[in-house]
């Protein structure tokens, strides 16, 4: 298991994903308290000599001008992770309150935000120790960061709030101060500005869309293979694909695409054997235009990729100390505004479900008599008395449906907060939830789409054999997933391809040499 060092540096969404699925562990860097300690110092002398600060010696928000006393500084940060922990709705799951730990830590070692090394050190420790806070999904609108999740995240550092063990079947948890002396942790008292810079920041948005973007670079592989299966399986051409076609427009990701179609069709007999007819002049759009089509979900997905690749490297925090001509200053800062990424959410929701819809497209071509070139309907050998995976379509129809109610942006909308001070925000939040529901859907309609691909397959073996690529990938669908001549459930086998996604594109790029 390899270390993720935490010291300020940017992450990767590997660091993130891995970290959060439990395949890497996180370490405090051994530099993070010395890199923390000229910001925690500027802070410290700012309260001592009695300056006025946002959020060290003043309100928060529309407060902001209202003056905090000196010996109610730590009752405000206290009150302040009390008073914004009001999210509601179910728990978030445990890999993104892992990811949450991690990133926050992240944020806070990277030594602008005024802090001790205490914090950052005891969110990484419950981390490993896999004590997480319990933090509902919904409160966020995304500026100023995502401050309810976060007060939530926050509250079981000072004893507050409620912790669970990762993995427990009890989503409620328990007070945190019981699970805390269980571990023999003591609760943190926390010094001026430390529960403001527990709060402000990007990191719920910046764990789901971490998750989002690392499914779907491989979702867009997935559905390269899905697709050149039913190009097999409903008798299409290649001819499309060919290179000195792509490179007439050529957008990376539609280059990308059509590359790896022409790999996992390259000696396929299958398509060869009907390479002449004059059936094979033209296809439908759905396989004809699947580069144009993937190909922009691809470069969706890479701005998307860059949004996430800057975030996991920023300081989201509020106010922020740097070094200027004449020393030390507390600026104050907008850096926690989530549009960046309610815009990335939003465009690649949107992409992902484009991807979902051709795919439905395929899946009606396959099981459609009229359209399939000779398939059985719906792709049962004895249809009437069997359905076969008629009901599959439905499914994916229906994931498509919800998907165009999914992808409506989150982000064209604001609704001011915090007495109008607050008065444009990014509603990212709610654009990466939608995100991630979005993406579980395309896996379901991918999974549908590879289901019905491999029974063309089968059907078609009469006429000749697949590629070496798509057998591949038939041949670890068919271990897990018998042909199905005679009706049985077909949920469990949509789940069961679901879950071999990965393995199916890695079946076929170890035939490739590699896909895009």
């Known amino acids: 298991m390899r270390t993720v060092v935490v010291d300020g540096d940017p992450l990767t969404v590997s660091d993130v994903v891995d970290v959060a699925s439990g395949r890497a562990r996180a370490e405090l860097g051994g530099g993070a308290e010395a890199r923390m300690a000229s910001s925690r110092q500027t802070v410290a002398a700012a309260v001592e000599r009695g300056d006025v600060v946002y959020g060290v010696t003043t309100g928060f928000g529309l407060l902001a001008d209202t003056t905090v006393g000196r010996t109610d500084l730590e009752r405000m940060q206290r009150a302040l992770l009390r008073s914004h922990a009001a999210g509601v709705g179910a728990p978030l799951e445990d890999r993104i309150v892992r990811a949450l730990l991690l990133l926050r830590a992240r944020t806070l070692t990277a030594g602008y935000s005024g802090v001790r090394v205490e914090l950052p050190r005891r969110l990484l420790e419950l981390l490993a120790r896999g004590l997480l806070p319990v933090v509902p999904a919904k409160g966020s609108v995304g500026a100023s960061g995502d401050l309810a999740q976060l007060a939530h995240l926050a509250l079981p550092l000072i004893g507050e709030g409620r912790l669970r063990r990762a993995g427990s079947a009890d989503p409620a948890g328990r007070p945190a101060a019981e699970v805390l002396a269980e571990a023999g942790l003591a609760p943190l008292v926390l010094a ?46 290649d001819r499309p694909y060919d290179e000195r076609v792509q490179r007439l427009r050529p957008h990376p990701g539609q280059l990308d695409s059509a590359a790896n179609l022409r790999a996992l069709l390259a000696g396929s007999p299958l398509v060869a054997s009907h390479r002449d007819s004059a059936h094979a002049v033209q296809d439908s759009y759905s396989l004809r235009c699947t580069p144009q089509v993937h190909g922009a979900v691809r470069d969706v ?81 004895d249809a009437g008395t069997n359905s076969g995976y008629m009901l599959a379509q439905y499914t994916a129809a229906a994931l498509v449906a919800e998907n165009k109610v999914l992808a409506h942006p989150a982000s064209v909308d604001t609704i001011p907060t915090s007495g109008n001070q607050e008065d444009h ?72 391809l679901d879950a071999m996604l990965a393995e199916l594109v890695a079946a076929a790029a170890g035939v490739t040499g590699g896909l895009r």
């Open 192 to 237: 001026p500005k430390e529960g403001l810079a527990l709060l402000n920041g990007t990191e719920p948005m910046q764990a789901l869309l971490a998750f989002a973007v690392a499914e779907a670079e491989l979702l867009v592989r997935v559905a390269d293979v899905a697709c050149a299966v039913a190009v097999e399986g409903l008798l299409g051409t």
């Open 301 to 381: 997905l890479a701005h998307c990729r860059r949004v996430i690749d800057v975030e996991l490297g920023a300081v989201v925090d509020n106010p922020v100390i740097l070094e200027g001509p004449d020393g030390p200053e507390v600026l104050t800062s907008g850096n926690f505004h989530g549009e960046p990424l309610a815009f990335a959410a939003d465009m690649l929701a949107i992409a992902l479900a484009e991807l979902a819809s051709i795919s439905e497209r395929r899946i009606d071509r396959m099981l459609d008599p009229a359209l399939s070139r000779g398939l059985p309907p719906f792709l049962a050998p």
């Open 425 to 496: 925000v990014s509603m990212g939040w709610g654009g990466v939830r939608k995100l991630s529901e979005v993406v579980a859907n395309v896996r379901a309609v991918l999974a549908v789409e590879l289901l019905c691909g491999a029974a063309t397959l089968d059907l078609r073996s009469e006429i000749a054999v697949p590629g070496p690529a798509t057998s591949a990938v038939h041949g670890v669908i068919r271990r897990s997933v018998p042909r199905m001549d005679i009706d049985r459930e077909v949920a469990p086998q949509i789940a069961a």
